[in-house]
């Protein structure tokens, strides 16, 4: 029986040869399939199962096999999550295939094959199979891995205690055939790379994983240095999962990125910096200053490292640093590690090529200069594309480009970024850039941005036909201009954008008609201006003021906008309200006003015939005032230097609540003088608020601002309004029932109505009615009680930067409904962009898209968009919103349009419903709604 056993032994012992010989790498013995699938959990995560595959052996006897192109895998597609990976460990020879050249990525990788794996990628295959395959080990393996299962405990890679007092010890798998777990990977990584002291650092520090409590003791930190390397992630709803089992295509994909951790690599690795691509020979030169030369072939793939695609050889440029694997002389593999060039770049404007002397002039501004051409330089357009030294013409704009890691290296790149242009064009002006001498347009046909030199002598025409100067020429203005080999040689203005200047002098004369008004400037010269319709008025304390209210003496400033007046602000003189004033006296002979005001100062005023004398509605004439004015009431007035414009009796006053008491039926209010004056209330005071025309007393807070009618005594509140004024941004306007529905900066929503066309000023148009007021505009409202007083249409820009001057404070804007705009932001202005808020106007940028409001105070607001690159899923046509595929980050995928959207194909417009499926698009996004987008 024994000598059977014996026979029976030897039997089992040659099947499990004979199938090592059969299945190599991955040891097919071990043909459990169920996977753990990893899924991403920050931006370098993998959308897909993400893990890395075991390492395949081949039988023993033979040589490692290894395959170049994952593509020779017949179950691994080019479009597999792992394809990366696996084609980069396959290059190495750390992974191998199965018969019929398969991979079997879903596979689990046993414990034996991990260690093979991680040997392979430190290097150390050859010193492991010096080993014996006869050699004693602790745990069982099959006779293959035996040499490398003995050098790993010989190097520390795992330890004896560790593996035989496992929780796996008493499975019935052996030991090299387990599949290796999460952790237990984690662990052979970190070693294999040499982080065991991060791991040390990191073994008292809490993992980010919900199942933290699953993990074996001695694991935590492992885990913690893997995740800190970015070598390996979590799986479904944040978890670690560290007992469960590792793919082949997971543990390609963690050797993969722990591979940038070593120390010493392979012979067949490469890293450094390309110094040359040409005839499908790549030139690489590493820091120590050695070069080596490859072949490029069709087996040759190339991978970027920033997001794992494949590109084209095109990519590799001069001084692009990258990672070769080699095999006999070809690049099996490349990864692009880092595009940013080396070079020094010089601009200029080609002058003369002396290919026989292998040299380049160029002009500056500092004048011409002389370049020295490397035996190899080579030439492209601005897009890549190739072209001969012959072929660039004289005038081109070029930049010559130096390798900064060769010493003395002379120019070995020209790219013509424009070749000579002649032409007339149409356009708007966007900048001159005085000390470059340079002039930036619009061009009206292509909507993109041109920049010229200008000639020595530039001649200008206004739209009158008279001849100009560059000084005359504004930011927006519409014009023709002439380019002769690449200089501007000529501009026509057809029409001036519109510009606010600013003059200030002493009111001389103003006409009848309100048309015009004459300044004395400084006292030296007259300067006369039409008054635009709607001029705004400004005197101080005076809320409504106009025309009739400025005269002759009067100090002004005054805001022109293309020398036409549209505010005239009065700054020698203020109105003054006198509110609650005490009468004390009147003498109608000598038609004096004594009396006090509330603050107890006394005051004396002769009153004329041109003062307003009313009560109620009614209006007296100053021989009626002594009749029914009296000593003790209390008046308000109207004033202006010594002169009375207006006086009433006291019928409301305004001001801000101190007191309010339920009890004895009181309320105090301080008035704009700062006197704080207590009533009496009845105890079915009428309060109105915006929001509740039949408030009570008990509705009214402390610091209400408010305003109190008076009874006809004077002495008794009987009705408080209380007021209300806020910025809201325009949800809908619907002219049919004249009614608003708008939200503030939190989203809480506000309905309102607006009666008559009286209340609205709107500037962002000519005419003040309802039907000019858009979705999207931001409205600022005032209401006294619940009767609304005033509607404000802020000023708003929507558009992309083209210029921001923070010297001057001037952001100009291509705006999408009317061109280019030069907006003086001023010194009261805040930036909102992404949450953070900036009164740094360098941290507006050039092609950022804003929305600019000017508010009611002048105070600027600048928001910017955030913008994304996303691929369209669908239109939703009835609910006008777009819908985007998702993203890794869980980014917002579905949105609205603004009611002015820029939609667009280059400069074509286009409508919501050309964007269909798997259209790659720009999304420009304010306050989750799209401002902007190209496809």
């Known amino acids: 029986m024994n000598h059977k056993r014996k026979q029976a032994k030897k039997m089992a012992a040659a099947l499990v040869a004979l199938s090592v010989l059969m299945t190599s790498p991955a040891y097919a013995a071990e043909t459990k399939t169920d ?25 023993p006897g ?3 096999t290894s395959i170049n192109t994952v593509s020779k895998f017949s179950d691994v597609s080019l479009q597999h999550w792992a394809i990366k990976h696996i084609t980069k460990l396959a290059a190495l020879g750390i992974i191998e295939g199965y018969e019929k050249n398969e991979y079997r990525p879903e596979n689990p990788v046993s414990q034996q094959e991990v260690i093979v794996m991680a040997i392979r990628m430190m290097g150390l295959e050859n010193e492991a199979l010096k080993n014996k395959a006869e050699t004693i080990l602790p745990v069982t393996v099959d006779s293959f891995f035996k040499p490398y299962i003995a050098y790993a405990f010989e190097k520390n890679l795992i330890d004896i205690k560790e593996e035989t007092d496992s929780a796996g010890a008493s499975s019935k798998t052996a030991w090299g055939a387990r599949p290796a777990t999460r952790e237990w990977v984690a662990k052979l990584v970190i070693r294999a790379i040499n982080k065991q002291g991060l791991a040390q650092e990191k073994a008292t520090t809490t993992t980010i994983f919900k199942d933290e409590k699953d993990m074996s003791g001695w694991a935590v930190g492992y885990v913690n240095a893997a995740v800190a390397l970015n070598i390996v992630n979590g799986v479904d709803d944040n978890n670690f999962q560290p007992k469960g089992s590792v793919t082949r295509a997971q543990m390609a994909t963690f050797l993969s990125r722990a591979d940038k951790e070593l120390t010493t690599r392979s012979d067949k690795v490469m890293i450094g910096y390309v110094m040359g691509l040409s005839n499908n020979k790549l030139t690489v030169q590493n820091d120590r200053g050695q070069s080596n030369e490859y072949t490029i072939n069709s087996d040759t793939v190339i991978y970027n490292a920033k997001d794992d695609t494949r590109i084209p050889s095109s990519t590799l440029k001069e001084t692009y640093e990258v990672y070769v694997v080699q095999s006999k002389g070809a690049a099996a593999y490349i990864e692009l590690t880092s595009d940013q060039e080396k070079m020094e770049v010089t601009e200029g404007t080609l002058d003369q090529l002396f290919l026989d002397q292998m ?15 490397a035996p190899n330089v080579t030439a492209t357009d601005k897009e890549g594309r190739g072209l001969s030294l012959g072929s660039i013409p004289k005038g081109s704009i070029i930049q010559l480009k130096r390798n900064q890691l060769i010493p003395n290296s002379k120019i070995s790149q020209i790219v013509v970024q424009q070749v000579p242009v002649s032409k007339t064009a149409e356009g708007k002006l966007v900048s001159i850039q005085k000390d470059q001498n340079t002039i930036t347009f619009l061009e009206k046909t292509s909507g993109q941005n041109e920049t010229f030199p200008l000639a020595s002598v530039v001649p200008v025409k206004l739209p009158d036909g008279t001849g100009a100067d560059l000084n005359s020429l504004r930011v927006g203005d519409t014009l023709t201009y002439e380019v002769k080999t690449n200089q501007i040689t000529g501009i026509t203005v057809n029409k001036q954008s519109d510009v606010v200047t600013t003059v200030q002098g002493t009111l001389d004369f103003i006409k009848e008609d309100k ?20 001029a705004i008025v400004s005197i101080e304390g005076l809320a409504n003021a106009g025309l009739f209210d400025i005269v002759v003496g009067d100090e002004v400033s005054l805001e022109l906008v293309n020398d036409k007046i549209v505010k005239i602000n009065v700054t020698n003189r203020s109105i003054k309200d006198m509110a609650f004033a005490t009468l004390v006296n009147f003498d109608n002979d000598t038609k004096v006003l004594t009396g006090t005001y509330e603050n107890g100062d006394l005051f004396a005023y002769k ?38 414009i207006t006086i009433k009796l ?5 001001g801000t609540l101190t007191q309010v008491n339920t009890t004895t039926l009181e309320v105090s209010l301080r008035t704009q003088s700062g006197q704080i004056i207590t009533f009496k209330v009845p105890d079915n005071l009428w309060v109105s608020f915006w929001s509740n025309a039949n408030g009570t007393l008990k509705d009214l807070k402390v610091g209400d601002a408010v305003v109190a009618r008076l009874n006809k005594s004077q ?8 007021k209300k004024t806020a910025v809201y941004k325009i949800l809908m306007a619907n002219e049919d029932n004249r009614q608003i529905n708008a939200e503030d900066e ?30 999207d505009d931001y409205v600022k409202v005032s209401y006294s009680g619940n009767t609304l007083t005033n509607a404000t249409i802020l000023k708003t820009t929507r558009g992309k930067v083209t210029a921001v001057d923070t010297t001057t404070g001037l952001v100009t804007v291509q705006d999408f409904a009317s061109g280019v705009q030069a907006i003086p932001v001023g010194q009261k202005f805040v930036i909102k962009q992404g949450g953070v808020t900036s009164a740094n106007l360098s941290d507006v940028k050039v092609n950022d898209r804003v929305e600019i409001i000017s508010d009611a105070v002048d105070k600027t607001i600048i928001n910017v968009a955030a913008s994304s690159k996303r691929t369209v899923a669908t239109y939703d046509s009835v609910l006008n919103q777009l819908v985007l595929k998702s993203t890794p980050n869980n980014d917002k995928t579905t949105y609205n349009f603004y009611t002015k959207a820029f939609m667009h194909k280059g400069m074509e417009l286009v409508s919501p419903n050309a964007f269909v499926e798997n259209d790659e698009v720009t999304i420009y996004v304010l306050a989750n709604k799209i401002i902007e987008i190209e496809k």
């Not at 500092?366 to 051409?373: A, D, I, N, T």
């Not at 009626?624 to 230097?641: E, M, P, Q, S, Y």
């Not at 109505?753 to 000023?761: C, G, N, P, Q, V």
């Open 62 to 64: 033979t040589a490692s």
């Open 715 to 722: 002495d008794v509140v009987q009705q408080i309004s209380v």
């Open 746 to 775: 939190t989203g809480a929503l506000f309905t309102f109505k607006i009666d008559t066309d009286d209340l609205i000023s709107n500037a962002n148009s000519t005419a003040h009615t309802f039907a000019t007021i858009q979705q």
């Open 515 to 534: 048309k015009s008004l004459t300044i004395n400037v400084a006292g030296k010269s007259l300067k006369a201006y039409f008054i635009a319709e709607n």
């Open 650 to 654: 006291t019928e409301q006053l305004e």
């Open 359 to 373: 040299a380049i002039s160029i002009m500056q501004s500092s004048g011409v200069k002389l370049k020295e051409l």
């Open 607 to 644: 009153l004329t015939d041109s003062t307003a004398i009313k009560d109620g509605n009614r209006t007296y004439a100053l021989a009626d005032f002594a009749t029914n004015f009296h000593k003790g009431d209390k008046i308000d007035l109207r004033v202006t230097k010594d002169k009375v």
């Open 35 to 59: 996977t753990q699938t990893e899924t991403k959990t920050d931006t370098k995560s993998e959308t897909k199962p993400e893990t890395k595959p075991s390492a395949t052996t081949a039988p």
